[in-house]
């Protein structure tokens, strides 16, 4: 981040939307379907990230409206901003949607996050069909830039100023944009933006670079170009429309290296399709591709957060675009939670916000000697089912876990917290999933109560 601008704001705003949200649930009672524990707005702020959902304006009221206000810390316009959403005619001007948008945020504390400025989809027919000089293109791209973040200075925290500049096999995309400008119209689209508002943080956003790949690669060297030159750069957006079971694993190690150069990353367009219809078992495996996600951008500090392309498969760009495929949210067309959303929360630090009763956790010692023992803990259901777990205790004598397999643990202080790998999030009615460890001891070794979360 180059300011703190926007942490200040939304922390302050926050508390006043959590109190304006509290008087909202209370007067609508149960009635809405929502996820026990902390919001992930929440819990995202806790661990120094944010969490934001794209959003349709006509939409922000109901449920849809108290669930982006209440879960979310960035709202990202899914297609408001866009200039064929704003400028639909040549100097004819459409801002409500947008207008509504950035209002709706700053109601309940959020930041926004503007795209896109300069893309090759979704332009006004007149721009797209203009036969247009390189003078007259670069002027129409400078002005647009000077007058839609201008309009939203100081209200719009970043700007996805340049969208999906290339290829897959990372070269330059033939665009409009490209093809009357050539490579340099990035650098100019940035230096616009940064002349129109100062304090907005600047991105370049793609899809298909959230592992390393000859097209991520491409965005790399085009950061370092543009950073070596001074133009200004302060983000890379990876948009992440991902497929279940395709978790790019080198996510973390790209997040990194862009890092590396002295930028933010953002996940900026999160979503996790399947084919139709949903089953248990793809769930259960998208809330582990969730969970990567969301623990790739953990482990890297200038990953800032994650923004999913909409909260509820009611709201998905998915369906019309891939026919056959969806469910790709963390929530379902109806506003209940999915397993994705309780991986999105735990993954932040929440708990996994399922009723555990019905399902029990055993620890038992196996074997223990001098100061090392190996333990494990069962978690068993009856008339219940988990899709994902997490087994929390206290080691009240000093004991240290040192490593675990079937799990994921971690100890802080007396307290370790496991949860599950990819492959034994599932707990079904019947039947149970055992997890191991070591540990250190010294002096007395007593059996901890182990909670579900
Ligand atoms: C999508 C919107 O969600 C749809 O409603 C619209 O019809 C097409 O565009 N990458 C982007 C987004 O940067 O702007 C796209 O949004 C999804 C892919």
């Not at 959403?85 to 209002?103: K, L, M």
């Not at 945020?105 to 300069?118: D, F, I, P």
């Not at 735990?346 to 038992?364: D, I, K, R």
């Amino acid at each position: 981040m180059r300011t703190s601008r926007s942490s200040v704001r939304s922390r302050l705003t926050a508390l006043f939307a959590g109190a304006a949200t509290l008087g909202a649930l209370l007067a609508a009672g149960t009635a809405t379907a929502h996820a026990a524990g902390p919001p992930l707005r929440d819990l995202a702020e806790a661990k120094g990230k944010v969490m934001g959902t794209a959003v349709t304006g006509s939409k922000l009221t109901g449920t849809y409206g108290e669930i982006a206000g209440r879960e979310f810390n960035w709202l990202t316009p899914g297609n408001a901003m866009k200039w064929g959403s704003v400028e639909p005619a040549r100097g004819s001007f459409n801002w409500a949607e947008a207008d509504q948008i950035v209002d709706f945020a700053e109601a309940h504390g959020q930041e926004v996050r503007g795209h896109t400025l300069v893309w090759h989809s979704q332009n006004p027919g007149w721009l797209d069909n203009g036969n247009w000089t390189p003078a007259e293109l670069g002027r129409l791209m400078d002005d647009h830039i000077a007058l839609e973040v201008g309009r939203y200075k100081g209200r719009v925290a970043a700007w996805d100023v340049v969208n999906e500049p290339f290829n897959e096999d990372g070269t330059y995309r033939q665009t409009l944009w490209y093809n009357g400008l050539g490579t340099d119209y990035i650098a100019r689209a940035l230096t616009a933006a940064r002349a129109a508002d100062p304090a907005a943080e600047l991105y370049i956003n793609d899809y298909n670079v959230e592992g390393v790949n000859a097209k991520s690669t491409a965005l790399y060297n085009l950061v370092k170009s543009l950073k070596e030159r001074g133009v200004p750069i302060d983000g890379v957006g990876l948009q992440a429309h991902l497929i279940v079971g395709q978790y790019p694993s080198t996510m973390q190690q790209n997040i990194q290296r862009f890092a590396d150069l002295g930028i933010d990353v953002a996940i900026t367009e999160l979503d996790i399709r399947m084919q139709l219809p949903a089953t248990q078992a793809k769930l259960t495996q998208q809330a582990a591709d969730y969970k990567a996600v969301m623990n790739a951008c953990l482990a890297v500090s200038r990953c800032t957060g994650v923004t999913v392309w909409g909260f509820t498969d009611s709201d998905s760009w998915i369906p019309g675009t891939f026919p056959g495929q969806g469910a790709a949210t963390p929530y379902d067309e109806n506003y209940n939670p999915k397993p994705a959303y309780h991986a999105i929360a735990q993954a932040l630090g929440g708990g996994t916000g399922q009723p555990t009763e019905g399902c029990t956790a055993t620890y038992s010692v196996g074997s223990q000697w001098n100061t090392g023992l190996t333990g494990q803990v069962r978690i068993a259901c009856a008339g219940a089912s988990l899709s994902s777990w997490k087994a929390d205790w206290t080691f009240g004598a000093g004991q240290r876990i040192t490593q675990a397999w079937n799990a994921t643990c971690t100890q802080s202080g007396t307290t370790v917290s496991c949860t599950n790998a990819a492959w034994n999030g599932s707990v079904p009615d019947g039947g149970s999933v055992t997890f191991g460890f070591n540990a250190w001891w010294n002096g007395s070794n007593p059996v901890p109560t182990v909670t579900l979360g």
